[in-house]
Nanobody, 128 residues
Framework: QVQLVESGGGLVQAGGSLRLSCTASGRTFSNYVMAWFRQAPGKERESVATIRWSGSRTLYADSVKGRFTISRDNDKNTVYLQMNSLKPEDTAVYYC?????????????????????WGEGTQVTVSS
């Protein structure tokens, strides 16, 4: 059983920054694509960023390109999301997730259905 634990959320003013972390249990973290999703009240869960198992490739939603950076440290079983220039519309619960299949990466917007392990989420609130 894999457990994902997020941290780093909070309240920040528009233009500010936050860094989210997600630490995974288990020994196969480095074999899987990891992703960050978010869900705002009344909206569907949407992909924010994904990162290949080696960290060599990343993909971002258009809404966060140039502001957010996903990275990972496989020695620490941790994936990060650095969020800069935050906007009120970034307010949401942020979830990290592990892809259901090892060594599988594709271009394009990630679908929640492709991920089988999820953290409990961390709230990010950006005030105007």
């Amino acid at each position: 059983q894999v457990q994902l634990v997020e941290s780093g959320g909070g309240l920040v003013q528009a233009g500010g920054s936050l860094r989210l972390s997600c630490t995974a249990s288990g020994r196969t973290f480095s074999n899987y694509v990891m992703a960050w999703f978010r869900q705002a009240p009344g909206k569907e869960r949407e992909s924010v960023a994904t990162i290949r198992w080696s960290g060599s490739r990343t993909l971002y939603a258009d809404s966060v390109k140039g502001r957010f950076t996903i990275s990972r440290d496989n020695d620490k079983n941790t994936v990060y999301l650095q969020m800069n220039s935050l906007k009120p519309e970034d307010t949401a619960v942020y979830y990290c997730a592990r892809h259901r299949t090892p060594y599988t990466y594709r271009n394009g917007v990630a679908s929640p259905a492709e991920y089988d392990y999820w953290g409990e989420g961390t709230q990010v609130t950006v005030s105007s």
